[in-house]
């Protein structure tokens, strides 16, 4: 199982970015997904989820209404789009496989968003 991120970078507030996750060695299509973060100085936080076929989607309060998770079974790529970008999203973003509800067996390496002006 390998996972990939990438698309991360400095942005400035109110700017937006988009994170992709490029996933190997499983049947992508058959595992809900999400995206985690971590601050520097704490501890991961959920950020958003997608079932296997991308019908249902589900987000932290904290980036509902500005970030929006994605995924392309076809291309075993996983998204999000984060706009509104504010200072306190600065984290490193992973995705990961998703065994249940906030449960996960596999991250990838993440992909570090900074946001300051």
């Known amino acids: 199982v390998q996972l990939v991120e990438s698309g991360g970078g400095l942005v400035q507030p109110g700017g937006s970015l988009t994170l992709s996750c490029v996933a190997s060695?499983?049947?992508?299509?058959?595992?809900?997904m999400s995206w985690v973060r971590q601050a520097p100085g704490k501890g991961p936080e959920w950020v958003s989820a997608?079932?296997?076929?991308?019908?249902?989607?589900y987000y932290a309060d904290s980036v509902k209404g500005r970030f929006t998770i994605s995924r392309d079974n076809a291309k075993n790529t996983l998204y999000l789009q984060m706009n509104s970008l504010k200072p306190e999203d600065t984290a490193l973003y992973y995705c990961?496989?998703?065994?249940?509800?906030?449960?996960?067996?596999?991250w990838g390496q993440g992909t570090q968003v900074t946001v300051s002006s």
């Open positions: 990961a496989r998703g065994t249940g509800w906030r449960k996960y067996d596999y």
């Open positions: 060695g499983f049947t992508f299509s058959s595992y809900d």
């Open positions: 997608i079932d296997t076929g991308g019908r249902s989607t």
